[in-house]
């Protein structure tokens, strides 16, 4: 059997979760033994080459490029997995929520403390750059998700234990300390 | 500013506890409590800027920004929209020039929405600087905004006034008490000072005692025992105690205190004397909800009568009680009485964990008692007529009489005394209702039960159906999961004061939902979702408002389950996301066409 393919991506999350699955330390090199890396920042490839077992994100949806990662993940991917509390309920990004998008684009490109250099008050309306949404969302409101795993980050045992367990069609190990966050 | 700053907090005696009274007259002083004066007032308090701002920022009442010279306050709950709320918002909208949420650019006329403001026997009803007004029509509110733009004194534009103590010169309110029913215990020949005399010779033991025997049960909806609550307080350790009365009824539904307060208040503040003299405890406090701030001036009358007569401050003699009124600004959680008492102590209205109970740990942290005001009426009976007459009437578990608020689709919204054991069925006869066109009984409020016609024949008692009072005839022609649940969920999440998370997040996760099905983007998933995420608000939240959060949901669920059934599709996923809705607004802002690929 050749070995299970898998994907990851950071969509609007801040890279802490894919930093917590490096946090699984020596253990990569038993990883990298027993799945094969299709899109992803940790091997840098850009777009989907074939069918993926398994599909991890990070972060929500915050723009229109996002939403379409994330439909290009549930495209190629048999199983997706939220990983981490942006990628569940949208997370820091998502206390824009309460802000009407106007103002958010203000606070960063005019009015914001460290905006210095437009007086023109221009804003970034090129064709090529993604599309904002009116508010942050989490994965599950857009598509199927399959898994969840909290955390903020979700600790690498965490991960571990899911990625083994699901690989191996095992039941999951998840004491109370790694999914209790208070 | 700083000089009138200055006067009110001396008129509370610089006394932090005091904040709401504080806060409140800033408000009416200068249509808001600015962040100017909330820094102003912390300084002449002596205490931090964010003590007073975290008390201003918890109550509806209580504005950052003005409110408006005359302030409008819409009730927007279920039984008003129910009656029309609705039309009137427009019309109130029309004639203003302004939307529901601004102020006018003169800063005259400020249109907001407010949660149930106990006039659900007279709706689509609005508070204006305080006053009721009740039975709106589109001419009626033509009317108010005219005379509002004439300059006309709010008060002076309630010409009509209702039945009984509304009309007296003290009142002058255009509130109808509208009571259809009276009972043997409350709505019945009362002599003022009978009880207390009689109890000054019976000792506290036997006051207790004699309560005890009644097995009265508190009348806010929990239904504790009012004499081992008693028994507690006057055995807690201490010798400074205190006696509250709950008079924040703000259940959406309930208005059966508002009538009490209006008819029945020195018959109140007797039991609270009595309750005093059980426990030992020399002062009182009625906690009043802002809403019926119009009966201000009548209450402290009786008061003051009251004191005149001996039945308060040296209690013939025996005894020293007395009582003063803390207003509430807007905040149903407040009803929940530890909530309550942080309110009265001038803090946010968030409930305390328990235990520690009040009877141990209560107002400044000592041995307090709170009751409901139908409670402390019928204590005042009880201890005229004996423990055993009161205990003769009702069922096992709940003796006595209980006054409901009916309101709703039915001929006649109104209070009643009722002897506790009346079937739902009885009930829609009494209140003029049709079983055949009500579709549901909501029992108990939001925080109740919706409950079918097939279990019309259940009893209102607190082993059966238990209410604190409030009472929804809900007809045929209503969309019960629009107009009542997506409603209540509405009320819920606006007024969880957010310290518990489940209670915070969920209850706004939960109407999302809700709003997904009734969209017809539902699943059946989602169904089994919100009977979950229910159970787990009445298991990891602190008092009862979140414990009971989700009942609009989960008892809609459980008693009309083919009412979301009908709505969902059977799939296994469904997303109602938009993309091209969704970059509409910054698209347009930043000034480019959106470009959906696919």
């Known amino acids: 059997m050749s070995k299970p393919v898998v994907a990851t991506a950071s969509l609007a999350g801040c890279f802490g979760c894919h930093m917590s699955i490096l946090d699984i330390d020596d253990r990569i090199l038993q990883l990298v033994e027993l799945v094969e890396f299709n899109k992803s920042p940790i091997d840098d490839i850009k777009t989907f080459t074939k069918m993926c077992d398994v599909g991890i994100i990070e972060g929500g949806c915050c723009n229109s490029e996002n939403v379409e990662n994330l439909l290009a993940f549930r495209k190629n991917c048999k199983i997706l997995i939220s990983l981490g509390e942006c990628a569940i309920m949208g997370g820091l990004p998502a206390l824009r929520n309460g802000i009407p998008v106007e103002e958010c684009i203000n606070e960063a490109y005019c009015d914001g403390p460290t905006v210095s250099l437009n007086k023109e008050r221009i804003l970034p309306n090129d064709d090529e750059l993604p599309m904002i949404l009116d508010k942050v969302y989490p994965l599950h409101e857009i598509v199927k998700i399959d898994y969840y795993l909290p955390g903020c980050p979700p600790r690498a045992d965490l991960i571990w234990n899911a990625l083994v367990a699901l690989l191996t069609g095992s039941k999951m190990d998840l004491p109370y300390e790694v999914v209790k966050f208070d | ?598």
């Open chain 2, 1 to 598: 500013m700083e000089a009138t700053l200055q006067k009110i907090v001396e008129k509370y005696g610089k006394d932090s506890a005091r904040l709401m009274d504080i806060l409140y007259d800033v408000q009416t002083e200068f249509n808001c409590v600015s962040d100017e004066a909330v820094e102003k007032i912390a300084a002449l308090l002596n205490i931090s800027g964010v003590d007073v701002e975290q008390t201003r920022s918890f109550y509806h009442f209580f504005t950052k920004k003005p409110a408006g010279k005359y302030a409008v306050y819409l009730n927007n709950s279920a039984v008003a929209e129910m009656m029309g709320a609705g039309e009137i918002a427009k019309a109130f909208e029309t004639a203003a020039g302004v939307k529901f949420g601004q102020v006018t650019a003169d800063g005259k006329i400020g249109l907001h929405y407010t949660a149930d403001i106990g006039m659900n026997d007279q709706e689509p009803a609005a508070l204006i600087n305080g006053q009721v007004f009740t039975s709106l029509t589109p001419a009626k509110v033509n009317e108010i905004i005219a005379g509002i733009k004439e300059g006309k004194c709010v008060k002076d534009m309630i010409t009509t006034y209702g039945d009984g103590v509304n009309a007296n010169p003290l009142v002058k309110s255009m509130v109808k008490n509208n009571i259809m029913n009276n009972g043997p215990v409350l709505f019945t020949d009362y002599q003022v000072g009978a009880a207390l005399k009689k109890v000054v010779e019976m000792g506290p033991k036997a006051v207790v005692q004699e309560v005890k025997t009644s097995g009265i049960r508190g009348r806010g909806g929990a239904g504790f025992p009012t004499g081992m609550k008693w028994d507690f307080c006057s055995q807690a350790a201490g010798a400074k105690k205190y006696v509250v009365c709950n008079a924040d009824e703000g259940e959406p539904g309930t208005f059966k205190d508002r009538v009490l307060l209006t008819e029945k208040a020195k018959m109140m503040f007797e039991g609270m004397a009595i309750g005093g003299f059980a426990v030992g405890a020399d002062e009182g406090v009625l906690y009043l909800r802002g809403e019926y701030r119009y009966l201000q001036a009548y209450l402290e009358n009786c008061l003051k009568e009251m004191r005149d007569a001996k039945l308060l401050g040296n209690v013939l003699d025996k005894f020293k009680f007395d009582i003063r009124i803390q207003f509430g600004a807007g905040a149903y959680v407040c009803g929940e009485e530890t909530g309550l008492i942080e309110s009265i102590e001038g803090k946010r209205g968030e409930p305390r964990n328990k235990p520690p109970f009040p009877v141990q740990v209560g107002l400044y942290n000592k041995p307090t008692i709170v009751n409901n005001v139908e409670t402390f009426c019928a204590v005042s009976k009880i201890i005229e007529k004996g423990g055993e007459w009161y205990k003769g009437m009702g069922t096992a578990e709940s003796s006595g009489t209980k006054v409901i608020s009916i309101s709703g689709d039915c001929a006649k919204p109104g209070v009643y005394e009722v002897v506790w054991g009346m079937t739902l069925t009885e009930m829609l006869a009494l209140c003029g209702a049709d079983a055949a066109k009500t579709q549901a009984i909501q029992v108990a409020g939001p925080s109740g039960v919706c409950v079918p016609p097939s279990q019309f024949g259940r009893k209102i008692a607190l082993e059966d159906l238990p209410t604190g009072g409030s009472m929804i005839v809900v007809g045929n022609q209503r969309n019960l999961l629009k107009d009542l649940s997506l409603n209540f969920m509405d009320f819920m999440l606006d007024e969880s004061c957010g310290s518990c998370v489940p209670c915070r997040a969920l209850n706004h996760i939960m109407k999302e939902k809700l709003e997904k099905i009734l969209n017809g983007n539902g699943i059946k998933k989602d169904i089994a979702d919100l009977e979950e995420w229910s159970n787990s608000l009445s298991k990891t939240t602190r008092c009862g408002l979140g414990q009971t959060s989700g009942n609009p949901i989960s008892t809609t669920i459980k008693n009309f389950r083919n009412k979301y059934e009908e709505l969902v599709k059977d799939v296994d996923y469904h997303s109602d996301f938009d993309l091209a809705a969704s970059v509409q607004t910054s698209c347009n802002y930043v000034g480019r066409k959106p470009n959906i690929h696919h």
